[in-house]
């Protein structure tokens, strides 16, 4: 058996329940092999053996109270994957479908992406499986103080930083470190995705929609393209795909599908300007439900169907695909649908959002794709500018940030097609951002001996 098919095999006997985490460690893994044959010293070090086991997983009960008086208790969870090129960095996650599992698949994927930045960063991800919906702002306060009661002995700003993922947005943040500094007793960067008025970056909450729109440009001007006319597919409401559809109109693409949990709208004219201003009202003050835009709006709604279900089952067709709600939303039969009718681009705003059976099929049909550790690393790289600006003690301008993410961006699709050519697959940004990441940590834990 090759080292790369003992290694998955471990870590599937040794956590077989964590679907998502093996997943991820496939993706990656089967990719890494050229770098096997370049870097004995990696494998001498075990350096492919250790990336896949967090230094440590911190796992705890989360206690508060509701409106009614009653007590509940949720899981908290942070795993700290590596700190090799840097403090542990990445988000926290509300939602209750969230497990060890989970939150282990985006840490891994969080170590590489966070390399690709080019910024000082190391992998980690944590949150709950805490659900926001329907919550008071009050039980919202109560909760994230709780959770923040014991996360704060494992992070700060030059230990772990952690942000926002899904359900974990600038009121959540805000709670999280007025509690902190309280208990603390220090106003520092422990997190990032803060409000300009206590520490905050400009750009940061658009950088992940703004990150996963220049990486779609730069991908398609390799074939002479650009986002100008275009129809693109968003799925999701949230931070990402809200700041993905602001992008795509002012490059002058026209996005026609948003979804929740519940459901999907398409509006065939375009969603923007006023229409995006509902949205933002919707979901960020509001916390409505997608469908009240195709009330509003006159236009169709699909209950119970994801964007790319819909996409195939009405038979719609669109040039740019940006899938910003969550993993494993595109099936391969959904994939095969967007090859089909003629989709040239896939931009991942989300964590792993496409199936490993969707991924096949957009390389066979030679759809230029861009993974998430690659596409959606502006969000994480603009947290990383945000740290900076908290030690340096000021701020940046909008133009300043946005320019340097922009820089960002194209250097992360520049080093995946680089890594791409020298490793003997050129264009293939899988594994161009798998082992571009990859070799950087390698060289670093290798420096650092065996710890
Ligand atoms: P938000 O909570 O702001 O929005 C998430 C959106 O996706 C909501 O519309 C939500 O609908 C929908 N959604 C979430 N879970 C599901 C599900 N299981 N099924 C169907 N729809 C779902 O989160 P973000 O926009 O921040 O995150 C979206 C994705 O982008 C995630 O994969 C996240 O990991 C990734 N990401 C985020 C970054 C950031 O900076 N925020 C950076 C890089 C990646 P509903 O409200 O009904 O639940
Ligand atoms: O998945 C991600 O990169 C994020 N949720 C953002 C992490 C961060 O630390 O800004």
Not at 393 to 398: A, Q, T, V
């Amino acid at each position: 058996m090759s080292l790369i098919n003992e290694i998955i095999d471990k870590v599937k006997k040794r956590d077989p329940e964590q679907k998502e985490f093996h997943q991820a460690v496939e993706e990656v893994m089967y990719t890494l092999e050229p770098t096997i044959a370049k870097h004995p010293e990696f494998v001498k070090a075990k350096i492919y053996e250790r990336i896949v086991e967090p230094d440590r997983v911190i796992m705890f009960r989360v206690p508060w109270v509701d409106d009614k008086g009653e007590v509940q208790v949720n899981r908290g969870f942070r795993v700290q994957f590596t700190n090799a090129i840097g403090p542990y960095k990445g988000g926290l996650r509300f939602h209750p479908s969230v497990n060890l599992g989970i939150i282990k698949f985006l840490g891994f994927e969080q170590i590489f992406k966070n390399s690709l930045t080019t910024l000082p960063m190391g992998g980690a991800k944590g949150g709950s499986d805490f659900d926001p919906k329907g919550k008071s702002d009050m039980e919202v306060m109560r909760f994230t103080q709780s959770f923040m009661r014991e996360l704060f002995k494992y992070i700060g700003p030059d230990i772990d930083v952690p942000a926002g993922d899904i359900g974990v947005g600038g009121r959540e943040i805000g709670f999280m470190f007025g509690y902190y500094k309280k208990i603390v007793n220090e106003h520092t960067g422990v997190l990032t995705g803060k409000a300009l008025e206590y520490g905050g970056s400009l750009i940061r909450p658009e950088a992940t929609g703004y990150g996963a729109t220049y990486f779609a440009a730069e991908m398609l001007a390799t074939r002479g393209k650009d986002l100008n006319g275009k129809v693109c597919a968003v799925s999701g409401s949230g931070n990402v795909a809200q700041y993905t559809v602001e992008k795509v109109s002012q490059l002058g693409g026209k996005v026609i599908s948003l979804s929740d949990s519940d459901g999907t709208i398409i509006d065939e004219k375009g969603i923007d300007g006023d229409k995006l201003n509902f949205i933002m009202d919707l979901k960020n003050i509001r916390r409505g439900r997608i469908k009240e835009y195709a009330d509003k709006y006159k236009v169709k709604y699909f209950n119970g169907l994801s964007v790319w279900d819909v996409l195939r089952e009405q038979g719609i067709k669109v040039d740019v695909a940006f899938p910003s709600a969550t993993q494993n939303e595109i099936s391969g039969k959904n994939a095969e649908n967007m090859a089909k009718t003629g989709c040239i681009c896939v931009s991942e705003g989300a964590n792993m959002p496409s199936s490993p059976d969707a991924i096949k099929i957009y390389q066979d049909n030679n759809i230029l794709y861009g993974p998430g550790k690659a596409a959606n690393a502006g969000g994480v790289a603009t947290s990383g500018l945000e740290m900076s600006q908290n030690s340096m003690r000021l701020s940046w301008s909008r133009e300043e940030v946005d320019s340097r993410l922009k820089e960002i961006m194209k250097n992360i699709h520049k080093a995946c097609l680089s890594a791409s050519e020298t490793y003997g697959k050129k264009g293939d940004y899988v594994m161009g951002a798998n082992i571009a990441g990859f070799v950087k940590v390698a060289k670093a834990m290798l420096a650092g001996g065996i710890v």
